[in-house]
């Protein structure tokens, strides 16, 4: 079962079961995958790559949206960001932990050959695609110039 008919089956059992913020999570994705699958280009596909690719960037617009409303004195509606953002996390690959990502970037650093800072461009590159949707960008951006400049 591909990422877009499990979508569609948990909305199925978030309306029966009443889960209103999960319901409004999961219908968010499936807008999303729609709106992918009808893109120009996709020929009506959408790929479980390119499905998580676009849950990653919506647990992030979650996560930017949730600390907007702390700083705003907003706790309620941060409190309902973040558990959407819980509710979409649920169907992404699962993260890697610090070590992990070390060891995953490490491999790349010896695969691409990069010795110093100005091959950032180069790892980050093969990096990103790799660790798509098992680390945020940043903690991998953060990782490589560490990596590199020791």
Do not use: W
């Amino acid at each position: 079962m591909d990422l877009f008919d499990r979508i569609s089956d948990e909305i199925k059992k978030a309306m029966l079961a009443r889960q209103k913020t999960r319901l409004e999570a999961l219908r968010g994705i499936k807008k999303e995958f729609l709106e992918a699958r009808t893109a120009k280009g996709a020929n009506g596909e959408l790929t479980d790559e390119t499905a998580v690719r676009i849950m990653v960037k919506m647990v992030k617009q979650r996560k930017e949206s949730a600390r907007i409303y702390e700083e705003n004195n907003r706790p309620e509606l941060a409190a309902g960001e973040l558990a959407e953002a819980e509710v979409i996390e649920e169907f992404l690959p699962k993260q890697l932990s610090a070590e992990e990502l070390e060891t995953e970037i490490r491999a790349v650093i010896a695969e691409t050959g990069a010795a110093s800072p100005a091959d950032m461009g180069k790892v980050m590159g093969v990096a990103t695609k790799r660790l798509a949707g098992r680390a945020e960008g940043r903690a991998i951006s953060e990782t490589v110039k560490r990596l590199l400049n020791s």
